[in-house]
T-cell receptor, first 114, second 111 residues
Framework: DSGVTQTPKHLITATGQRVTLRCSPRSGDLSVYWYQQSLDQGLQFLIQYYNGEERAKGNILERFSAQQFPDLHSELNLSSLELGDSALYFC?????????????FGQGTRLTVV | DAKTTQPNSMESNEEEPVHLPCNHSTISGTDYIHWYRQLPSQGPEYVIHGLTSNVNNRMASLAIAEDRKSSTLILHRATLRDAAVYYCILRGFNPTYKYIFGTGTRLKVLA
């Protein structure tokens, strides 16, 4: 158990809909990262937050947005969903942003768009 | 941007050592080398990281070349549970490659 909790574990929704994925980081971790992993694809970095502020952005679509709340949990919002958005979405947390820190990953949310 | 190159796949026999290579010829002096692995249907898991010196922990050893342009993750005795995709990652100041994962090496362990 990494200490990072993601909910829900599975989500099935229709095209055009909007969903919210939730991530609770390890206790005390200030950084949260979001990744997308499509079937048989690598992990694509989406976005990083540190203590409530956006720190780094990857190839995140404009239809996607995220935020980190004062209690440090984070949410990833996906809207106008397309079939191609079906993927595993992982959240990770780390104590800070330092290069010498390790990240801890959750078990992911499997999103299926039908 | 600094990036890493790994073989797509490797095989090992159970109970034998495994050496997983990673090339990072454009590494900068302040980049840390991190290794993660992803078991089937799970999130990535931290394995080890280092800067210049070789590192050991309960999971593995990390051997870093003197010029830091390559590194090797060493699993001392592979088990079936070590079958996973292993990712070598550079982590540095540049936010565009914070925890950027490549395609990794898929390790198959033969019984």
């Amino acid at each position: 158990d990494s200490g990072v909790t993601q909910t829900p574990k599975h989500l099935i929704t229709a095209t055009g809909q909007r969903v919210t994925l939730r991530c609770s980081p390890r206790s005390g971790d200030l950084s949260v990262y979001w990744y997308q992993q499509s079937l048989d694809q690598g992990l694509q970095f989406l976005i990083q937050y540190y203590n409530g502020e956006e720190r780094a952005k990857g190839n995140i679509l404009e239809r996607f947005s995220a935020q980190q709340f004062p209690d440090l949990h984070s949410e990833l919002n996906l809207s106008s969903l397309e079939l191609g958005d079906s993927a595993l979405y992982f959240c990770a947390s780390s104590p800070g942003t330092g290069m010498n820190t390790e990240a801890f990953f959750g078990q992911g949310t499997r999103l299926t768009v039908v | 941007d600094a990036k890493t190159t790994q073989p797509n796949s490797m095989e090992s026999n159970e109970e034998e050592p495994v050496h997983l290579p990673c090339n990072h010829s454009t590494i900068s002096g302040t980049d840390y080398i991190h290794w993660y692995r992803q078991l089937p249907s799970q999130g990535p898991e931290y394995v080890i990281h280092g800067l210049t010196s070789n590192v050991n922990n309960r999971m593995a050893s990390l051997a870093i070349a003197e010029d830091r342009k390559s590194s090797t993750l060493i699993l001392h005795r592979a088990t079936l549970r070590d079958a996973a995709v292993y990712y070598c990652i550079l982590r540095g100041f540049n936010p565009t490659y914070k925890y950027i994962f490549g395609t990794g090496t898929r390790l198959k362990v033969l019984a």
